[in-house]
């Protein structure tokens, strides 16, 4: 297992640097499953969904460093849609959840995404229904350690928009936080969506790129970074249960 790892593709432009100096960069499968689609959020959805991440992080499930079971405090600041949670579980839906509901549109936008991720006939397309967005917030300091997402009871794709600062996503494999895994630039706008074979593998983000978010999005720095989830457990805010379910055993978040 001790192969090589790739660097993110090519350095990040200087702000203010016109897009007409920058290679293109095409969608790409990184693994079975695992597909990286750049640009795919115009201008405009990045800036409404900047505004409405605002609301979010200052609403009754506000931004904060969550604490592990261990006693450590992640360095990534979260707040949550549709479920309460903490590392590593959902808390509670329904009366008394501190989470505002996942908004209809951006539902549908979790399917549109598994959609042209996957194409729209395929079934992880039409049976995609997230209930619970993860926001997280990433400082220029901010990590988050190569970890698996296992809290869900279900096996559906995960979806995961950029706004903001560019990162380096790292993407591995299902069996080890190490080697091999492949280094990857995510910048404001990109889809990566990972289901299917991949739906287990870890993955993290080893750094920020300050400085490298597009002009005029309303961020004065850091990334911003949501992720869409069918948690497989029972219906929030009027959703039905989804029929898949993961595989019992379960490995721990960094």
Do not use: K
Not at 223 to 243: E, Q
């Amino acid at each position: 297992m001790d192969e090589p790892t790739h660097p993110a593709e090519g350095p990040p432009l200087p702000a203010g640097v016109p897009e007409l100096f920058a290679l293109p960069r095409e969608r790409e499968e990184v693994a079975p499953g695992a597909v990286h689609l750049p640009g795919w959020l115009d201008p405009e959805q990045q800036r409404e969904l900047v505004v409405r991440c605002r609301a979010w992080a200052t609403g009754p499930a506000p931004l904060r460093h969550a604490i592990l079971p261990g006693g450590g405090r992640m360095s990534v600041r979260s707040a949550t849609l549709g479920r309460d949670w903490e590392p590593y579980r959902y808390r509670r839906t329904g009366p008394g959840t501190r989470a505002p509901a996942v908004p209809q549109d951006l539902r549908e936008l979790g399917r549109r995404a598994v959609a042209e991720a996957y194409g729209p006939g395929a079934p992880a397309a039409q049976d995609y229904r997230p209930d619970t967005v993860l926001v997280n917030f990433y400082d220029a300091a901010a990590r988050m350690g190569m970890h698996q997402d296992r809290d869900e009871a279900s096996a559906a794709p995960i979806v995961s928009l950029s706004l903001g600062d560019a990162c380096v996503f790292r993407f591995g494999n299902t069996l080890t936080r190490s080697a091999p895994y492949r280094d990857l630039e995510l910048r404001s706008g990109d889809l990566f969506v990972f289901g299917g074979p991949s739906r287990y593998a870890f993955h993290g983000v080893p750094r920020i790129r300050p400085g490298t978010a597009p002009a005029g999005l309303g961020m004065r720095g850091g990334r911003l970074n949501l992720t869409l989830r069918m948690t497989g457990r029972a219906p929030a805010h009027g959703d039905r249960a989804p029929r898949d379910r993961a595989p019992r055993d379960r490995a721990p978040r960094d």
